[in-house]
């Protein structure tokens, strides 16, 4: 059973930072690319970041030179460092992996609020 374990959420200040985590389970082996989406409030899920198997990496504009994506192999974990927050990056932040073979699944997801 495929399993994604979210932490790091939670309430900053603006110009903060926060660290996102998400610890999948089975083998790296099958593991393509990770990645992050964000839902903020009364809107729809937007690509924030993703790393592919190679750790070649793509960000959302909107986060761009402030937000750094990276995975640990040996963990089968990927992270999302978020540095200069702003109060529009409040939202509900999901990671996902895409399995070789099973296809893409999601975390739990995890608030980040940011206050002005």
């Known amino acids: 059973q495929v399993q994604l374990v979210e932490s790091g959420g939670g309430f900053v200040q603006a110009g903060g930072s926060l660290r996102l985590s998400c610890a999948a389970s089975?083998?790296?082996?099958?593991?393509?690319?990770m990645g992050w989406y964000r839902q903020p409030p009364g809107k729809q899920r937007e690509l924030v970041a993703t790393?592919?198997?190679?750790?070649?990496?793509n960000y959302a504009d909107s986060v761009k030179g402030r937000f750094t994506i990276s995975r640990d192999n040996a963990k089968n974990t990927v992270y999302l460092q978020m540095n200069s927050l702003k109060p529009e990056d409040t939202a509900v932040y999901y990671c996902?992996?895409?399995?070789?073979?099973?296809?893409?699944?999601w975390g739990q997801g995890t608030q980040v609020t940011v206050s002005s």
């Open positions: 790393i592919t198997r190679s750790s070649t990496t």
């Open positions: 996902y992996v895409d399995y070789i073979v099973s296809g893409r699944y």
């Open positions: 089975g083998s790296i082996f099958n593991i393509n690319a």
